[in-house]
């Protein structure tokens, strides 16, 4: 036993030591913690709660940002809450709290100015298959947007909310949920969407879109004439269509494994250099 201790306590001294060579860090330079990480790694982007929020609109200029607080919620709903159904309190309530679920994580931001507020809600679950939103069913969806090829949905409200709703599915993976006070118009919210990542909430999704992100424009329903209208809706369901009956991703998202002895024998290094 004393020998078996020695033994692997030394292999693990070279080992972390050629762990800090092969990562061009000198020894002193890479912690004990961070080489233990490696060897029990943990997916790309687990610190997905602070990225996911850095992925969200920055502050128009005259607007505040901040973490959302359930009192921002106020702002949206009529005095008499009565009036609203149930099930559309609580979607309205689910758009200004983190969401329930393992290994599900949420960036949620409040923005004001005056009277005028907006929240941007990011979720992103752990797999393909996004969690069904409450009455998700029964409210009518209308395309109207697309942000650099993603696609904005607005949901129907009851003339009682203060408030307008924009949904978006990322790779079916993340769904990004925008509530702005009603008086707002679509050309009003282009601030915030000139600013939205959507590039990066791509890239975080195991189901990735080629060139979602990339493209270099907003086009906003409102702002076509008939025809164009219908073009960008028919092209809207075409999308939509092809995103439904596309197969799964099989590929593993990319893990940082760090480079070591261990890395090398297990072909860690050879699947991170890959994927890099």
Known sequence: MVFLVLGASGFLALDYSMAGRWTGRAVEGLTFAEYLRAMNPVPRGADRPQGLQAMLPKPPEGWTARPTEPADLDAFLPEDRSSLPDGMLALLGSLAAPSPGSGTQTAIVTYKRGGRQVIVQAIRHPDRTLAPLPLSDAIPLTPAMTVRGLDLAEAALPRSARARLFLADVGGQIRLGVLASA????????????????????????????????????????????EARAAF????????????????ATAAVPQDRGGSIFGAIFGWDKAEAAAR
């Open 183 to 226: 008086r707002m118009k679509d050309r009003d919210l282009v601030p915030f969407l000139q600013t939205l990542d959507v590039a990066a909430l791509n890239d975080s999704v195991v189901d990735r879109q080629p060139g979602l992100g990339q493209v270099p424009m907003i086009v906003l329903a409102s702002a076509l004439g008939k």
């Open 233 to 248: 809706e028919a092209d809207v369901a075409a999308r939509a269509a092809a995103s439904a009956t596309a197969e799964p």
